[in-house]
């Protein structure tokens, strides 16, 4: 499994657009990248998935470059409500049997008044 | 649908009892998952089970076993507890008609 390093913690303000980049130097060519959002005393919620150029849904944007070397989670427009831990993962994609989902220590985004 | 269903929600224990931590899904999910989460970290994974009847160690296995009962249900032991195991913990599930992992709410596990 690719491992993953990513920010330890953001600060933002409400309206702001946030994006958290994640390096994966040694993705391999099968692997996807999953982001997920953890709220307090809450288990993680999917987010988003790609495996390359830009992944777009309600919720965010997944940009990948070519290499697939990094990604970067874009969240627009946050509010308050968007104050969690995020999640990037690097790995079979979930629909592969016996996918060892490992998390690592997340990003705290932290969205001010 | 329920989704993911842990028990209990919250539990204390004295050190070197026993209990286990029960997990059920109404997916039709083939992978379960037990991870351990404590205050202030990430995830760390426990111990998975690929599909029903196998089951293989994760990052922090030791002072845990854990039984697939059946597709639906994974189930985590603490054999003898220690105050190392407070945490939260959480279950989770993925199957194949869906790019994502579904969570349970967590038992929030103190060891005094």
């Given amino acids: 499994l690719a491992k993953t390093t990513q920010p330890i913690s953001m600060d933002s303000y409400e309206g702001q657009e946030v994006n958290i980049t994640c390096s994966h130097n040694n993705i391999a060519t099968n692997d996807y990248i999953t982001w997920y959002q953890q709220f307090p005393s809450q288990g993680p919620r999917f987010i988003i998935q790609g495996y390359k150029t830009k992944v777009t849904n309600e919720v965010a944007s997944l940009f990948i470059p070519a290499d697939r070397k990094s990604s970067t989670l874009s969240l627009p427009r946050v509010s308050l409500s968007d104050t969690a831990v995020y999640y990037c993962l690097v790995g079979l994609m979930i629909k592969a049997a016996g996918n060892k989902l490992t998390f690592g220590g997340g990003t705290r985004v932290l969205v001010k008044p | ?112």
């Avoid at chain 2, 999910?29 to 989460?37: C, F, I, K, L, T």
């Avoid at chain 2, 970290?41 to 059946?70: C, H, Q």
């Avoid at chain 2, 985590?76 to 994502?100: D, I, K, M, N």
Wanted: with cysteine.
């Fill in chain 2, 1 to 112: 649908n329920a989704g993911v269903t842990q028990t209990p929600k919250f539990q204390v224990l004295k050190t070197g009892q026993s209990m286990t931590l029960q997990c059920a899904q109404d997916m039709n999910h083939n992978s379960m998952y037990w991870y351990r989460q404590d205050p202030g970290m990430g995830l760390r994974l426990i111990y998975y089970s690929a599909s029903e009847g196998t089951t293989d160690k994760g990052e922090v296995p030791n002072g845990y076993n854990v039984s697939r009962l059946n597709k639906r249900e994974f189930s985590l032991r603490l054999e003898s507890a220690a105050p190392s195991q407070t945490s939260v913990y959480f279950c989770a599930s993925t199957g194949q008609g869906a790019p994502e992992a579904f969570f349970g709410q967590g038992t929030r596990l103190t060891v005094v």
